[in-house]
Structures are given as C-alpha cells and as structure tokens.
C-alpha cells in the first residue's frame, strides 16, 4: 500500500486504541482460566488476532461479541493436556511468540510455531539454553520456518538474561504457576524493560495468580496455581497514541483522549520526553522503552535533535528500527549516526523527503515517518504493515484533517 500526503493542519481529539500488550496478556489469562471470562478493548490488529489464534490452537474458544467486536469472550483450556495436531501461526507477532512458548511447553505432546521468517531470526536462545538444560525439546528450522516443542516443563530455579527482552520472562510467568513445583527467576542485570513485567504480574493478579519480587533481580512463583475466570477491560495505548501525541509537537492541534494516568506502561514516559525534545537537545535513554524509538527520533528530527542511548535492541525488532530510521530520515535532510548502543539524530537541513520512503515492513517506523509527512508531505510505500498494531491508523489522520491519498499495492 502506498501513501500519499499532502501537508495539512490537523486538529481534533483521538480516543487511544486499546493497549496491545495488555490486550495479549489479558487474552492469554483468559485463556488459561478453565471457563469463560472475557476481555474487552481487543483490536482486529495481526498481533491480537495471532494471540487468538495461537489459543484456540492449543484448545480454548476465542469468540468476539456481534454487538460490540471489540469484546472477546474466551473459554479457556488446561494447555498441559494440549495435543494441536498442525503447526500454531504466530504471524508476525514476536511477543505472541515469545509468551507461548514456556506455555507450549507445559504439554509433554510436541507442539509447532510457525510465522513470519523475520520472527525466527530475532533472539530465541533463552529459551533453546533453557530447554538444553532441562532435557526438553527446542527444534528450530528457520528455513521452513517453524520450532517445534516438547515438554512438560517443571519448576524449579531459572536463571535469564535481562538485557535481550523481557518477554522471555514474561513467558515463564504465565506457565510457571500451573507447574506443580514452586519455581524461582533470578534475573542476570541489567534488567531491561522492568516496567513489562510490572504490567504482566498486574494481568497475573487480575486473575488470581500470585507471584512476587524477592528484590529487584529474583522473582518467586508458586506451583500448584490456578488461573482463575475473569471479566477485563484494557486500558488505552501509551506506545500507539505516542504517535498522535507527538502531532502537537510539529504545530497540530490534537488532543488524546483515554489514557489512565496512573498506568504501569513503562511508554509513557514519553510524556516526559516530548517536552525535553521541543526545547531543546537532550540524551534520552530508551532501554526501558525501545518501541518508542523511532517516534522520538522523528521529532528529534524535526525539532533540535538528540542523542538515544541504550538503542542495542532496536536492531532486533521488526526490522533494524535503528538502520531504518537512519536510513528514512536521510531523505529528510537528516544525519543519523547509529553506534552500538547510541542513536544521534542531527537535523542538519530538515526539509520534505527527496525520495519515496520505505516502511520497512514495520509498524512502528511506519508511524513514525508518517507523523513527519503530515507536516512536510511526501510518499510511502509498504504502509500496510500498520494492520500489525493499529489497522484504523490512516483513518484516525484523516480524522483529524490529514490530507492523504491511499493506493493499494
């Protein structure tokens, strides 16, 4: 899908979608939970849609509601007696991925992931290190591609990494409770995107599972739980209405609506951010927050520049969300120096794009580049990858006034 925009004064106010990971970790409680609870504020994005999927694969009932399609009613299922008899489609979705997989493990049946060839070259060794040492099976062929699982797995003590992704984590923390042992992850520092976990152990709670920080680097599961059925709403979206929150930062007139001031989601620091970028050239560093890099190097860019640090794990992402930006942001007039763990952003003759732009088959950049093209106009291509995280993108500019025109491929 190509997009075309013409500059254009945006104004008005947008609701914030509901948050994605929320959304996949109330889903997956539910899942988990034998009866029926359900999750309201689920997206027709391809990321909530793999996490339903990958569900129904291993035994529950995901049904949207006809009245209101945003409610999903979920009978959950006991995934240590799944036995799925075809390969379990992520899509695209790491964290889908990366969630499912200790919860695949709890079945002693063998259980195969497929999805996109991009989602089985980013890091999965904590867990084949994880299933070396504990005897279980972790058969991964990125030609095909797909990984095939074997367990059951057990408690016990864990030991992770911090600084690949917290999603790992994650994952054992909706498998562990329903293992019979008590279970503990002492985590390697740096621990990288904490407040993930606080967002997970919050779902976890919701649902009636408990487990608990020891300190800072050691968490405790007890064995021998149960999820229990539940009725949730997901709150609004920090890491998606970045995107529209940024608007006002080039001279639009937007507001954002639905968004709770007292939420977990470590993206809001944005908001923090936002106001060090619009006056003047700051050193951010994003190692708790790496979704939001490209959106802040686009305001950078338009703005004074900065510095970001702690940008390792954008190479890992979508795409090489680094590289893509510095790359994207070259057409704008804009030097981008990408080191090993630094992003300087230096607008050095910001002007409209000189060339067509690329979304790199990324949600995020795609979004990113798009906030700049409703100030300087321009084109992109490959833009349908929003479908991945917030399909009524498009629609929600021309909302506010964008002026764009839309081609499919």
């Not at 497929?114 to 904590?126: D, I, K, M, Q, Y």
């Not at 084949?128 to 074997?150: A, I, S």
Request: with cysteine; net charge negative.
């Amino acid at each position: 899908m190509t997009v075309t925009f013409t500059p254009a004064h945006l104004s008005g106010a947008v609701k914030a979608p509901p948050s994605k990971s929320m959304g996949h970790r109330m889903l997956i409680c539910a899942g988990l939970a034998e009866g029926q609870s359900t999750v309201t504020g689920i997206s027709h994005s391809q990321d909530m849609l793999a996490t339903m999927e990958l569900l129904s694969g291993l035994g529950a009932v995901c049904a949207r509601r006809e009245i209101d399609d945003t409610v999903v009613e979920v009978q959950g299922t006991d995934p240590t007696r799944a036995a799925p008899q075809v390969p379990l489609n992520c899509r695209e979705c790491g964290s889908t991925l990366r969630f499912f997989i200790p919860i695949c493990l709890l079945s002693d049946k063998p259980v195969t992931l497929t999805g996109a060839s991009r989602l089985f070259e980013r890091p999965l060794n904590v867990y084949k290190d994880l299933c070396r040492d504990r005897g279980l099976t972790f058969d991964l062929d990125t030609v095909t591609p797909k990984l095939t699982l074997g367990g059951p797995l057990r408690g016990g003590h864990f030991t992770l990494r911090g600084d690949v992704s917290s999603q790992f984590i994650t994952g054992l923390l909706f498998a562990l409770p329903l293992c019979a042992e008590d279970s503990i992850l002492s985590i390697l520092p740096p621990l990288e995107s904490r407040p993930y976990l606080d967002l997970t152990l919050s779902a976890l709670a919701l649902y009636g599972i408990k487990a608990e920080w020891l300190d800072d680097l050691t968490l405790r599961i007890p064995g021998g739980q149960r999820y229990q059925v539940t009725n949730a709403i997901v709150e609004g979206d920090y890491s998606n209405t970045a995107f529209f929150h940024a608007l006002p930062l080039l001279g639009h007139d937007v507001t954002v609506t639905g968004l709770r001031d007292d939420s977990l989601q470590g993206d809001r620091v944005y908001r923090d951010f936002y106001p060090l970028l619009h006056h003047g050239r700051p050193t951010l560093d994003i190692s708790d927050c790496p979704d939001l890099g490209p959106v802040l190097m686009a305001v950078a860019a338009a703005k004074q520049g900065a510095t970001f640090t702690g940008t390792r794990r954008l190479r890992i992402k979508e795409s090489d969300r680094a590289a893509a930006m510095a790359e994207e942001l070259a057409k704008f007039g804009v030097s981008v120096t990408v080191e090993e763990d630094t992003v300087t952003v230096d607008p050095v003759n910001f002007h409209a794009p000189d060339a067509v732009l690329c979304g790199h088959n990324d949600h995020r950049i795609i979004m990113a580049l798009c906030t700049l093209l409703t100030l300087t106009g321009g084109i992109i291509q490959g833009a349908e990858a929003v479908s991945k995280s917030l399909p009524d993108y498009f629609d929600l500019l021309v909302s506010l006034g964008a002026d764009i025109t839309v081609a499919e491929s």
